[in-house]
């Protein structure tokens, strides 16, 4: 099994970014895994975390007024959930739950924040990371929207 490092050095969040500053970024992250069916967090609740998703498959699910919860996009390896927690108040869009079975790796928002604040080449990468993640949602969303009310 791969270390923090090796694994964080291999995904998407860590593209450009220096061996040592993955380093720095390793000592704050945590492994988990989730059970096909396992929530990870849902819509309109706090989260303090952002994951990152090594294996498996976390779907994206939301409330939709007049068509109950609509699954939005599934997400693989290398994407980004839960940058709501870091960027705004923590307050989750959707709900995320494992499809099958997910490993993720973990931050705790304090301590992301921290980091990116002490150290803004690593804040620079995550938060382009996190822009192109938000663009490519965005863009998934909104054709998603389109074909889900093209009635």
Known sequence: MLNFREELSCLPLTEGMPLAAIERLSKIATHNSYPAGRVLFNEAEQHDRIHIVCSGLVTLKMRVPSHDVQ????LGRGDILAWSALLANGVMTTSAVATEEAVAIEFATDDLKALCDRDHEIGYHIMRQIAVSLSKRLLATRL???DLFRD
């Open 71 to 74: 699954k939005i996009l599934t």
């Open 144 to 146: 998603q929207l389109l």
